[in-house]
């Protein structure tokens, strides 16, 4: 029972790096999608060409982030299937138990 939690608790932490580096993404590609309409209506190209250089470093940061967010989601995957495991192993011992209770 204590492997299970300590997997539970795990999992759980992988799974919150994940959604906050899916959340830093998506704010950094809102960012992006901004600048780049901010350079669309400006007329000086000057600062039209800052703000899509400021577009495409956000958009650059979240494509790390998103790339960021690969690696919490195989440990969650991971360590799920070792939870799927334990709670098999112990229905397969429950199993046996009530098994054998019905034959006494």
């Known amino acids: 029972?204590?492997?299970w939690a300590i997997r539970a608790v795990a999992a759980n932490s992988y799974k919150n790096?994940?959604?906050?580096?899916?959340?830093?993404a998506s704010s950094k590609a809102n960012d992006a999608k901004r600048k780049f309409s901010y350079a669309k209506r400006e007329k000086d190209i000057e600062k039209k060409l800052n703000y899509?250089?400021?577009?495409l470093d956000s958009l650059a940061d979240a494509v790390s982030h998103s790339s960021n967010s690969i690696e919490p989601l195989a440990e969650v995957s991971f360590v799920?299937?070792?939870?799927a495991e334990s709670i098999q192993d112990n229905l397969d011992n429950q199993t046996k138990d009530i098994v054998k209770q019905l034959k006494d």
């Not at 790096?17 to 830093?24: F, L, T």
């Not at 899509?52 to 577009?55: A, F, I, Q, V, Y």
């Open 1 to 3: 029972m204590l492997r």
């Open 17 to 24: 790096k994940a959604i906050s580096e899916s959340k830093r």
């Open 52 to 55: 899509l250089s400021e577009g």
């Open 80 to 83: 799920a299937s070792l939870l």
